[in-house]
Nanobody, 128 residues
């Protein structure tokens, strides 16, 4: 199995930027598609962005399109979530998750239930 550790969260003012990192260990990183999810207090966990094993296929939730970018470096066993133009409603714990993937380019999924491996999360707080 793969182990995931998120980092890069923190406190930022509205309009600012943060870059989250997801470092993986264990199994071969390129075997896995990755997703970023978030959970605000009292809310359900929701998908933010996802990418296939190759990084060539991506998905974004409507509320982050044009502001967030998901990427990965399979040589560094790390995925990233670049977050720009942050809003107070982006405040949440952000989680990295992984699922086995295969095929040319791979596949992408926005469903929480498809992801078997999860990190511990990193807090992002956006002040107004």
């Amino acid at each position: 199995q793969v182990q995931l550790v998120e980092s890069g969260g923190g406190l930022v003012q509205a309009g600012g930027s943060l870059r989250l990192s997801c470092s993986a260990s264990g199994r071969t990183f390129s075997w896995y598609a990755l997703g970023w999810f978030r959970q605000a207090p009292g809310a359900e966990r929701e998908v933010v962005a996802a990418t296939s094993w190759s990084g060539s296929i991506t998905f974004y939730a409507d509320f982050v399109k044009g502001r967030f970018t998901i990427s990965r470096d399979n040589n560094k066993n790390t995925a990233y979530l670049q977050m720009n133009s942050l809003k107070p409603e982006d405040t949440a714990v952000y989680y990295c998750a992984a699922r086995r993937d295969r095929g040319v380019g791979g596949t992408v999924s926005s469903r929480l239930s498809d992801y078997a491996y999860w990190g511990q999360g990193t807090q992002v707080t956006v002040s107004s």
